[in-house]
């Protein structure tokens, strides 16, 4: 453990603001840990929006939580985008008072339209920022704070020409720890069983909330997959909504799985699977290419400018993983490309390479260390223009 900055000066303080989805708040609090192990005195405070995940999973993680009333206002019209911009202006001179009474030294938005407010106060009092930015399309609240923003910090080089010249660094997507150091109890095999006597392990989840298409899919691929059943081992995660039909389907085609609602205990799946079939949101896909393992990746077809669609599409044109997309998502194709894997231990090794070669496990080390350099270089190691 390293201690930063001189001890006799006032521990550092950043406020990590944003979240909303699990997508935007779990690379946050993987980055908020990094911090914590670098130096036990920094104080972290997240800031998001009520309602919000964070809302929910912050508190019991240990951190301070600020909540600002805001919503989006992308797609919303008429008198719902008059009330958004409403709460947008209130909460913006709310984010001011708060950080006047917190005096962070830094402030870094993590996505989603909550971190707006606060990363755009910070800018205005002249404290140091940066943004996450974990999709290869950046949404429209990134776009427009990266345009004040003194670092941008990408997950994918294709997210570099939507931001100014020289602030936005390639980094990746901040993955939690336990997920990269995996379950000690468990040792991944990788290419494929031939030869060996486990399973061949198929994870199966939607995102933190499950998904109705990629169960129904995953399901109808089963009616081609009898054959191999004895030798597939099923993890799949269903969602609050599936769990029920999920399970009734499998007793009713007499076949074995592991269901879930929701995994808490993600790196002791990741770590015995040798397939995932999955959603393609930028989480995922960290901690997919983090620890190289195959996939299979439904893009949501709903997300905002469809950008699961460029996330999947800039593994699959490297060949680190298989993109169905929803529109030609069907049992038989789902298990057409379940059974080459199967069958194809040199063909799961190959695609293995490859989504480990795109993975950045040290993304959050690196974004720690790069933001702490930023906010050392004024003022003594003082970067805020707030009075300390």
Known sequence: MRKIGDAKKRPLKIVMAGGG???????????????????TGIAITFAGAKGGLEEKIVPGMGYPLRLLDVEGIKRKSGLIKVRALAKAARSSIEAIGMLREIRPDGVIGCGSYSSAPVVAAARLLGIKTAILEQNALPGLTNKLLGKTVNRIYISFEEARSHFPGGRAILTGNPVRRDILEGDPGLKHTGAGFEGRKEKFTVLVFGGSQGAIAVNAAFLDATEYLTDLWNGLRVIHQTGAEGIENVKAAYRRKNLKAET??????????????????????????????????????????????????????????????????????????????????????????????????????????????????LIAGRNGGRSSGLEH
Do not use: W
């Open 260 to 373: 879930h609602v929701f995994i808490s205990d993600m790196a002791a799946a990741y770590a015995g699977a040798d397939l995932v079939v999955c959603r393609a949101g930028a989480t995922s896909i960290a901690e997919i290419t983090a620890l190289g393992l195959a996939s299979v990746l439904i893009p949501y077809p709903f997300a905002a400018d469809d950008h699961q669609t460029v996330n999947a599409e800039c593994l699959a044109s490297k060949g680190a993983a298989v993109m169905i997309a929803q529109d030609k998502l069907t049992g038989g194709s789902l298990a057409t490309v379940i059974r080459k894997f199967y069958s194809s231990p040199k063909e799961l090794k190959a695609m293995r390479v490859m989504s480990k070669a795109m993975g950045r496990p040290k993304a959050a080390e690196e974004i720690a260390e790069n933001f702490l350099k």
């Open 21 to 39: 989805t699990g997508g935007h708040l779990f690379p946050a609090l993987a980055l908020a840990a990094e911090f914590k192990r670098m130096d």
